[in-house]
């Protein structure tokens, strides 16, 4: 069971404090320690694509123009692995089960998977 924050996420911080047994989980702070290729991929089979992980809300999507480019895949991967803030989070995997953001349906989740092992 892994939880993938960013510490310095008020957001991430929040919701790390209604999830039921986190000290069950491996915890990782991802600006400190960036996930790895293997990670991301393992998340994007769980999620169906790497575009599902991505942050358009990331201050650097606009940036760098990204919000003007039509983006693929291969894009999402390589920009997620450069660059931590790409990543939608917080990221909770259980199992074979993932949870992607910080969405109330999607924090709701999490929080009744948790309970749930």
Same mark, same amino acid.
């Given at each position: 069971?892994?939880?993938?924050?960013? $510490?310095?996420?008020?957001?991430?911080?929040?919701?790390?404090?209604?999830?039921?047994?986190?000290?069950?989980?491996?915890?990782?702070?991802?600006? $400190?320690?960036?996930?790895?290729?293997?990670?991301?991929?393992?998340?994007?089979?769980?999620? $169906?694509?790497?575009?599902?992980?991505?942050?358009?809300?990331?201050?650097?999507?606009?940036?760098? $123009?990204?919000?003007?480019?039509?983006?693929?895949?291969?894009?999402?991967?390589?920009?997620?692995?450069?660059?931590?803030?790409?990543?939608?989070?917080?990221?909770?995997?259980?199992?074979?089960?993932?949870?992607?953001?910080?969405?109330?349906?999607?924090?709701?989740?999490?929080?009744?998977?948790?309970?749930?092992?």
């Amino acid at each position: 069971m892994k939880f993938y924050y960013l $510490g310095t996420c008020s957001t991430c911080e929040r919701i790390m404090k209604d999830i039921p047994n986190l000290k069950r989980f491996t915890l990782r702070e991802i600006k $400190g320690d960036p996930i790895t290729a293997k990670e991301l991929d393992e998340m994007k089979k769980l999620a $169906g694509s790497y575009e599902a992980l991505f942050s358009r809300i990331a201050l650097k999507f606009r940036a760098l $123009g990204l919000n003007k480019m039509a983006l693929t895949e291969k894009d999402y991967r390589k920009w997620i692995l450069e660059e931590y803030t790409f990543l939608k989070r917080p990221v909770m995997i259980i199992d074979k089960e993932i949870f992607i953001g910080n969405a109330p349906k999607v924090t709701a989740a999490m929080a009744e998977a948790s309970r749930r092992h």
